[in-house]
């Protein structure tokens, strides 16, 4: 089982021995990857953020107990980098823009994005359209909910653990959710078949032609 | 409340919630797009992860991990202190200006070339200091100047 084989490398990295850290960087690289890109955004700055992780990691190795698996403790160091390392952006550039509209998040069409986007990720979502499609909705979203979305999904996170990743109650955990799926979803509607969002409120602004 | 898993919800709530599902088609809709959406997701930046070389990768994290604490301290610092790391790339520029201020204020010292010293600024890391005795080359390097 993975889970054991890793804290037993844990253990020889403790111990000092490189060619076991080693091996969990390379066991774990891609997910952590996954995770930071997720909520960066940038492949740069992803792979900065991964590295920085496991550098944490190592220098906090005499601290990890075991209390969870060496995946989950690992991927809550590279959230809080990736996390900090948004957040220093953006108050560089000082922007975090939202970029849903509120008209877009108008409900209709339920069930057309699963029909679209298919029940078997592994069968229809590995195609480079939709991957692309659905990264660009991500990094339209504002931060916390690319964070709670990317958690949620690549990560596995339950409420509870979201929760405690996050610091915030399990409520605005629910709620958070339902903020960013509601936004992914309008960002994909268009995508998925149905008209284009805003489209006739823009029209209405203009003079209301058809 | 869609999208929760088993156990997530206090036992009345996910009752509730199967209650509602089972005679509302908008929300079993919605929950499959929820489902569809995640799924999605997950394969989207674990594909997209799946893409990049990472073969240099292990390579650079060892290198930073086993390098000894007192240079991984400095280059953090420097890292997190980026002003400092461009002002570094104009010290040399900077120790020439210094050495004009020296000269032109040498106190006792009679400085009879202050007047006539002049700067030429070659690159980020060469100045020329020419007097009446010719010029003076002074070569930083350019390694101290990249910052980080």
Redesign the interface.
Known sequence: MMEDDDLSLVRHAKAGE?AA??TL??RH???V???A??IVKD?DLA?DV??EA??RA??HLPDFQGDSSFSTWLLRIATHVAIDSVRRERTAQKDDLDEVRETDLEGGG?????TR??????E???RKE??GK??EA?GQLPEKHRTI??L???EGL???ELASRLGIHKGTV?SR??HA?KK??AL?AEYAGLPAPGDGAAAEEEGGAP | ?????PG?LPASDQEALHAHLAGCD?C???L???????????????????R?D?AP??D???A???RPAGVRGLLGWLRRHRLVAATSALAPTLAALGLIVYLSRGGSEPAPMAGDVEVTAVGRATVVLSDEEGPVVLIGDPSDSGGS
């Open positions: 490189a850290f080693r960087v390379v690289q891609r997910k990857y996954a995770v890109l997720g492949r792979w991964s590295q496991f550098v190592h220098q339920e069930g057309i994005l699963a986007l298919g029940t078997n990720p592994h229809n979502a590995l939709l991957m659905i990264q991500l979305l990317v949620r999904e690549v339950s409420y509870e629910m959710l339902f799926r992914m979803q994909l | 409340m869609l999208g929760s898993r997530e908008a079993q809709a919605r499959a797009d929820s489902v569809a959406l995640g799924a999605a997701l997950s394969a989207a930046l674990q594909a997209e992860a799946a990049v990472f990768f292990v650079q994290v060892m930073r991990v086993e």
